[in-house]
Each structure stands twice: as C-alpha cells, then as structure tokens.
C-alpha cells in the first residue's frame, strides 16, 4: 500500500467511519442538497433543528399541563357537587 493511504487509513477513527457510512446512506438529492449550503446555512440549520425539538418538548408539556388543569378542574366540580349531596343528606332534605 503506498505510504499515503497508509498514513491517512491510520487517521481515521472508527467515528469517522460511522459518520462517512451514515452520510453514504443518505438519499443523493439530500446530498447534493447539503452540498449546496454554506457553513453558515448549515450553522442556521442547526438552530432551526434545535427551535423545532424544543417546541415540540414545550408542546408536551402544555399539552400535560391542560390536561392536569382539567382533571383538577373536574375533582373540584365533583367533589363540591357530592360535598352539596351530603350536606343535604345530613340535613334531611335528601334521602
């Protein structure tokens, strides 16, 4: 083998590897897509990606948030009606 493939086979690292392979695994229009951006699209990008995961966490935890707030909602209007049921009952008025 010539001493420059050598030198750069004991370069990479079996990161690099997995890297090189998952971008080979990539669809041709992505790749040629990609190719196209410069580092600062790129870098924008990746804020975009970020923007999208955290909203998407914030979603969720609106979304549990209703829903407790409605449960909670629920308990209180059942528990006031049974509550108003059972002060009638001790009273006489029901029964």
Do not use: Y
Not at 26 to 39: D, F, H, Q, S
Request: proline fraction near 2%.
């Amino acid at each position: 083998m010539h001493a420059h493939l050598e030198a750069w086979f004991s370069s990479v690292s079996a990161e690099d590897v997995k890297q090189l392979e998952a971008i080979l695994k990539l669809r041709p229009e992505t790749v040629a897509w990609i190719a196209e951006k410069n580092p600062r699209e790129l870098k924008s990008l990746d804020g975009a990606v970020e923007f999208v995961t955290s909203s998407r966490t914030a979603a969720k935890v609106l979304a549990w948030c209703f829903v407790t707030a409605a449960t909670a909602f629920d308990l209180v209007v059942t528990a006031a009606k049974n509550g108003i049921d059972l002060f009638q009952i001790v009273r006489g008025g029901k029964g």
